[in-house]
Each structure stands twice: as C-alpha cells, then as structure tokens.
C-alpha cells in the first residue's frame, strides 16, 4: 500500500501456534489465496497475454486456412490447445471464472471495514500514532483547547469532513474523515465483473443469434418469437460521390394475422420486437430468382436479331407479331445438375454460370422450357422452333441478410457495466482521508499535533494539509 | 486543399515550437534552490527560475496554448466539413483525425496539469507526444487525410462519443508514458549525481510518479467506458455486443495491463522506478492498439 491502508493500528494477527489442519485454517487459507491482491495481478496479466492469441491466430477458420499457413504439425497444437477458438476454451473461460471468484472473495474479506468506516471510526489514538505519520506537523498556538478544537472541527465541517471529537481532560483529539465513497467504488467495481460475466452466460444459455436471408416480397415465419415478418422492401442509398450512404429494409412484424409494426431498418437502427432484435446485417443478389431477364431472339435462318424481349419474373409475356408466349420460371446463379434426382440447382450463391428456364409457347404448337445460359448461348437447340433464344443479361432481385438476436442476459450486461464505470471512476476521483488532531496544553497556550493519511494521490493530499496547517496557524483566540 | 487541413499543419509547427521552448526552459533553469519555508515540508517543485528560464517558460506555455487553440479550431473546421461531405461531424471518423484529436486532448491534460501542479518540465516530455502525434498525422499520406463520407456501419450518434472517450484514455496513457520516460530520466540523472542544469527543472521523483499514477487513474475509467461504449454500439448495429474483434480484444488488454498496474500500485514495491517503466510499456501496448491493430491485424475497425 502507499501508505498504512488501515490508520488503526492492529494487534500482531493471531496465528495458530502450530499449523492446524482442521478445516478453519484451510478455509482461511483459502479465503487468503483467493482474496490476495497477487493472485489478481496475475490474472489480469495472464488474460491479456492468453487473449492476444486470438488476435493474431484467426479464429473459427476451416482446417485447410491452418495448415497451409502454420502447417500441420502447428494446426494439431492449435486444436490440443483450442487456439482455433481460443476464446471458448474451457482455460480461458476458467480463467475468467477465476477472476469472479478472486474478486468476490476480495470483496466478502475487505468490504466489511469499509463499510464499517463508513458507519463508525475510532477517534483515540494514541499520539506515537499521529507523529508516525506521513503528513504530520506540530503547531503550537496561543489559544485555548476548546476555542482550537471548535474552529477546526468548523474548518473540517466546511471542507465536507465527517468530524468525530473527544474531550478529555488532558486533551483533545478531532478525527475527520472524507471520501469513503472512493472505495466503496473501488468494491463496486469488484462485483461487476461477476454481474457481466453472469448476464453474458445467460445470454448464451436463453438467447439466440440467427442469420436470415430474405428476399422482398416475402413472409417469414420467426418461430421464436411466433410472428411473422414481411419484408417489404429493400434499397441502398448512395453519396454524391457514389459511395455507400446506408442499407435499408422496410420490415412488417405480422403477429397473429395482423399487422403490429413497420420499420424501416437500417445499419445502425434495428428493429425490437417482443425482445428480438432485427438488425440489416447484409445484402446480395439473390441466387434463385431475378426481376427481370433480358432475351434475344434470333431468326435462326438469318441468324439476326428479331427482338429484345424484357422478361419479367414468372410473368407470361405475349409477343402476338412471333406469335410467341415467353416466361422465366427459374434461375439458378451456378448453374448444376443433381443427376440421381434430376435437378437443377445452384451450386453457389456467386453469380459464375447464370441460367434461366424459359417456357416457350410458338404458335401453340411448339412447347419447349430449355435452360438459356449467358455464357453459352448455343448449348440448346429447339429443332421444331424458328427462332434461336439467347440470355443476354438480367437483374437480379436483391436479398437483404438480417441479424435476428435475443438476448435474455442483456440488461443485467449493462447493469454490471455501469456499476464498474461508476465504481472506477468514483475510486480514481475520490481518495479516502483520515486526519487526527490532538489538542494538548503547551507553553504558552497549546499544541496542535496533526497528521493525516490517504490511500492514494499523494501530492494532492500534501497539498490539502499544507493549506489545512496555514490555516490553523490562523486560528484567532 | 481543404481548410482543416492548412489549420492542422500550423498547428504541428506551434507544437514543435512548443517543444524547442520547452526543453530550452529546462536548459535555462538554474539549479533550484528551494527553502522550506518555517514548519513546512521543502515545496520540491515549487520552482525558482532565472530571468531568462522563467520568460522561456512563460512563452512555452503561450505557444502550447495557442497550439492549442489552433487544434481546436482545426477539429471545428474539420467537423464543419464533414458536415457538407457526410451527415455526422465527428472529426475523429479516420486515423488521420482521430491522431489530431488525442494530440489535441493530450496537450490540454497538459495545460491542465501546469496550471494545476505549476511544473513546466513536465512540458519537454508531453508535449513532445503531442507533437509527436500530430506528426505523425501528418505524414499519412494525403488520401487518408482527407474527409471521406463513413461506410454505412460507422455512420451513426455512437461514433460521435465511443471513439472520443476511447481516444482521451490514450491521451491520458500517453501523460502516464510521458511521466515515466521522465522519472528514468530523473532517476538515471540522480544515480550518476547530475543535480544541476538540466535536470535541476525536474520535480522531484516521488512527484512524477504520483503525477503518473494520477493519469493512469483517469485513463483506467475512461477506457473501460469507452469499451463498454463500443460494445453497446456494437449491440445496436450487429446484434452482439462482444465479439471477440482484434481491436476491441486489444483494448481489453491494454485495460486489463492497467488494471494489473492500479492493484500492483497497492503492493510495495511497485512504485518509482518499476512502475515508470510499466507505464512506458503500458504506453506501447496503447500504441500498437491504436495503430499496430489498424494495420497488422484484420477486423471491424480496421477503417484507415
Ligand atoms: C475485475 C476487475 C477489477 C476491477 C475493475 C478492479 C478495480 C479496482 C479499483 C479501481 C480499485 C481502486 C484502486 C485504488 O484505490 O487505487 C481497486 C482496489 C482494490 N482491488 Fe480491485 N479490481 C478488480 C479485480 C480485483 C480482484 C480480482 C482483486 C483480488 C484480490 C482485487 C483487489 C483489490 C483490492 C484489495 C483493492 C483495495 C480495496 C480498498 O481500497 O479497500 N481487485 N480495484
């Protein structure tokens, strides 16, 4: 400690004679472990060397991602270690939990004083006491004890002391004390970090963390929550200078076959329904339908363009001068085909091999739905037809990707994080002070012996006493 | 060339100024030759110049607070013109500005403390990160420097207080480094019996490292604040307020380094000379938290 951390002076701490087994002196040795400032230092300074790992190892990636860059033989330390993951490893989490219990059990050993200084304090002490400590002076006035004894007690009551006196016939003793608040802060801070860590498990045991891809348009179903919700629309909104403004989704919560709310979300403006956040979380083309599909047709003698056609989403388009119906029923953004159950499916969600089914009806004679590639216009050949059918470009419908998240453990989270913002910052601002005062007869009036100690800042404190002794000085009689 | 920009350069050249003066004042400064005055301790840092240290001194403090104002009119400007480009005016949205601003927050803790302490050595050491980090934003290159609009995931109110309170507990790591560089100094200057010139400016020991541990006290709450701040930022726009990112893991280390420092504080033997030297590392770890992060590893934040 800076200086005596308790001003009382304490009896020689009664030990047993002979080590004990029995299980009070385990228990105490135990309380004495977990309660012992070394063992927070450690902690503090392992959990940071430990989580640095994470950092520069990336974590959560596939095998492959490790081996190529570590090697093997690194990637099998990785697992047996759990530096993939390093974060959720039963150490490092045990190291947290270590943490709680070193910090509660500092509280249970050490709050009790505090709060007993709080309460009460002991004004006799002895004067070998106060000339051992740190701040001390010795003040001799022309005046008498009570007139002393009564400006000071004033003087400490306009600084916002607590002052205890006693009157004695040889002598007077003032006791002042201020800022205990400080390290009742100081304890605050130590149970926050259990309150935090406990609503981050609740959250993880009773919440969840879901990732939806919607497209608009559609109803989805939010079995948690049992609602629906419709998205109505998704955009982005662009700079001057084409840069990215923000992502928006106009979101419907559809709750018992009515519509409850609407909102229009944002990167940073979620929606909250019945404790399930939805927040836009990404964006993308979707994989499997388009708005529209741009086709050539193309007289197959002449090998010319006949028309452009516009088609939209499984929209019949008539064409009476080719006396042609034309239709997109499908897309996939890479193309593939599952051979054992005959279908057609995207292998990807990247735009590589795009195809879209197109249902011809020529002269309701010839029927054809052949897949049009963009990349491959003469794979097909419909030999009854006229015409040749080309994709040559399309727009795709946008999906909008939504966070869906509850957590449970939430506002407990924030509880334990005000109480450690409170709890430092009252005990880095506000230092706890003791002064005695004893007032005995001297020469020619009396003698002021002072001293005064604080945990902490020193400088100020010196500072505070230097001002406090001028000021006795200045007692009148 | 955009006006913030004219504005930050002058301000670096003030705070090299600055710092030329200061250090000049302590090659000026006569020995000290304090006198306890009657029934008091000796006021060690009370200090008792020549004429000549005592002016240099004196124009030091009004170039830094000039300096200063200039960096505070520079942060204005520079918000003013976020406001045309992109809707926020945070002038603390890329490295570039966020670099003036913690030098901008240091030199106030600066002013603060001489006005408060009346020790102007401390200048020659705080003053020069100031300066350093103001340099050090001026020579990114020119495309970082500009105001560019931010990409939908930062725009948003909390930029405007996570970032800053987060910045001003560097500010105060940076005072704490400073002090500790300084009581090395000091400490090196005694044990080779050097007690005039240069170092006769210094306070005494005990003081820096009071003075040290002080800033740690005030970076300690804001820090963890900050942290939280994000975290509650990062609930509203991802949907989890922990993820584990480099940088937000990174800032925890830095606090969990200096919480280990205030409870290594309560043992003996951890003050002075280990924990000068602790602060300087603490220092470093802020460093490469602020930039080491940015540029080596990947994450959310890495928007330089
Ligand atoms: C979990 C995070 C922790 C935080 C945020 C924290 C914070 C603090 C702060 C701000 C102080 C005041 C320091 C001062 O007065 O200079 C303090 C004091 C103290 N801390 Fe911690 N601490 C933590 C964990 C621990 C742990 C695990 C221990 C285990 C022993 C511990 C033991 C102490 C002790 C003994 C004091 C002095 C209390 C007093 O003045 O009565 N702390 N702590």
Redesign the interface.
Known sequence: ??SQ?DAIPKEPSIRPSTPGLGWDEFSKELVEFFAS??L??FL??F??MT??I???IQ?GERAEVYVQEYGENAYRWFLRLGFTDV?HTWWFTSLLGLLCVNSLTCFYKRFPSVWRSMKQDKVGVTMAFIKNMKQQ?E?PLDNTKESVAQQLVHHFVSKGYRVLAKNEPGEVTVYATKGVMGRVGAHMAHLSATVIIFG?LLGTYYGF?EFGVCLEGQTYHIPRGNFDLKVDKFWIDY?E?G?????NSTLTVVDGGQSVVTKTI???D?LVYKGI?F?Q?SYGDAWDQVEVARVNIKDKETDKVLKTVDLEWQKEQTLPDLNLKLSITDFVADFAFNSTEKKVYSKTIEHTNPAVKLVINERDAVQATPWLFQQFPDLFNIKESKYQFELVGYKPRKFTGL???K?PG?NI??TG?TM??VG??L???IFHRRLWAKIVPGQSGVIVHIGGTTH????DF?KEF?KL?DKI?TFKA | MMKSLFLFDMTFWLYLAALVLYIGYLFARRPAMTLAPAGHLPENFDERDGAWATQLGQVATLVTVFGWMLNTGALFTRAFERMQHSGTFAPWSNQFEAMAYVSWAIILGYVLLEMRYKIKAVGAFVVGIGFIAMGAASLLPYRYQTAEPLVPALNSYWIYIHVSVTLTSYAAFAMAGGLGVMYLFKERAERLGKTTGFYAAFPDLETIDELGYKAITVGFPLLAFGIILGAMWANYAWGGYWSWDPKETWSLIVWLIYGAYIHARMTRGWEGHKAAIYAVFGFLMVIFCFWGVNFLLSGLHAYA
């Open positions: 400690m800076n951390p400032v070394k927070a230092i503090f300074l959990i940071a989580a640095t994470g950092t520069v974590q974060y002076a003040i981050g963390q700079h200078n840069s990215v403004k923000s992502y944002s990167v940073n979620p956040w927040y979380s966070q869906i998240a957590n939430i989270v924030w994080c450690i913002v430092i910052t005990s880095s601002f902490k800042s020193q400088i010196q230097r002794t000085q």
